[in-house]
């Protein structure tokens, strides 16, 4: 699977938009970029996955470069609630998609008032 | 709807000793995982299942067994409890290929293992 880098921290204004990079460079052409985060000692929350189109729900949008080598998770009006760890994962795609997934040690996301 | 469960939530033991962790989904989800993550550090998988009766090694198995007779179940044991083992256990679980949104892994509140 593709290796991901993700910078450690970063710090966003409440109501701001917050968007969250990520390198995959060596990503393949059968491989979905997801993201998850997780709010302190809680488990790990699926927030949204793409393959090339720029995808958005409830929660965020993913917008992937034409290249396919780096992602941005954009979280529109970040709220104090959104403070977290976020990690971006990349896996293959088909029947196994979205198992055997490898987190990293993923951006810290501080939502300042 | 009780959705995923882990247990105990918390628990101390000693070195040497064996030590299973339960994880139970109400959702009759097909894939299960354990993962464990260590103080300031991402989750590792451990183990995973596809199915009852179904198990695969994750990234650091050594030291654990699993079994899963029943598809809502899928204890984790130390046979031997070391001090490395001290980390926060998370299980999870996800729904077959379709649709959609069988893409995405739930994950209990997990379990807050140390080893004395």
């Known amino acids: 699977d593709a290796k991901t880098t993700q910078p450690p921290s970063m710090d966003c204004a409440e109501g701001r938009a917050a968007n969250l990079p990520c390198n995959h460079s060596?990503?393949?052409?059968?491989?979905?970029v997801y993201w998850y985060r997780q709010i302190h000692s809680q488990g790990p929350q699926y927030i949204i996955h793409g393959l090339k189109n720029n995808e958005t729900n409830e929660m965020a949008s993913l917008i992937i470069t034409e290249d396919r080598k780096s992602s941005t998770l954009i979280l529109p009006h970040a709220t104090l609630r959104d403070t977290a760890v976020y990690y971006c994962?990349?896996?293959?795609?088909?029947?196994?998609?979205?198992?055997?997934?490898?987190f990293g040690e993923g951006t810290q996301l501080t939502v300042n008032p | 709807d009780a959705g995923i469960t882990q247990s105990p939530r918390y628990k101390i033991t000693e070195t040497g000793r064996q030590v299973t962790l339960m994880c139970h989904q109400t959702w009759s989800h097909s894939y299960m995982f354990w993962y464990r993550q260590d103080l300031g550090h991402g989750l590792r998988l451990i183990y995973y299942?596809?199915?009852?009766?179904?198990?695969d090694k994750g990234e650091v198995p050594d030291g654990y067994v699993v079994s899963r007779s029943k598809t809502e179940n899928f204890p984790l044991t130390l046979e031997s409890a070391t001090r490395s083992q001290t980390s926060v256990y998370f299980c999870?679980?996800?729904?077959?290929?379709?649709?959609?949104?069988?893409?995405?892994?739930?994950f209990g509140p997990g379990t807050r293992l140390t080893v004395t």
């Open positions: 299942s596809a199915a009852a009766d179904i198990t």
């Open positions: 999870a679980s996800k729904p077959g290929l379709v649709p959609r949104s069988s893409y995405e892994q739930y």
């Open positions: 994962i990349v896996s293959p795609k088909g029947e196994t998609s979205g198992s055997r997934l490898t």
């Open positions: 060596t990503i393949s052409g059968n491989e979905y």
